[in-house]
């Protein structure tokens, strides 16, 4: 759990953390020290939670392109008009 602190090596950190803060304030160390870790463990998991969305869409957008080429678009063919010929009038002269 801590590495290579042992049992005893724990029992004497807090009795050492309840001499200098005093059985009064630990609860409220309790307390921040809670809420530290809550606040860590939400920021870790937000994190997460973006990274896995920014891959989603860069996959998104790295096939959309294979689908173009994949299926190509059909385009209705609509009538192009011709544009009329001019007209020559002929000079009486």
Not at 31 to 40: D, L, R, S, T, V
Not at 75 to 91: F, G, I, M, N, R
Request: no cysteine.
């Amino acid at each position: 759990m801590f590495g290579s602190l042992g049992f005893t090596e724990l029992i004497l950190i807090l009795f050492i953390v309840l001499i200098i803060f005093g059985a009064g304030k630990l609860p409220q160390l309790g307390e921040g020290f809670g809420k530290a870790i809550k606040g860590f463990k939400k920021s870790v998991h937000e994190a997460d939670a973006i990274e896995a969305e920014a891959q989603a869409a860069q996959q998104q957008t790295a096939a959309a392109p294979q689908q173009a080429i994949l299926q190509p678009t059909v385009q209705a063919s609509a009538p192009v008009e011709q544009p009329a010929a001019p007209v020559h009038s002929a000079s009486r002269g």
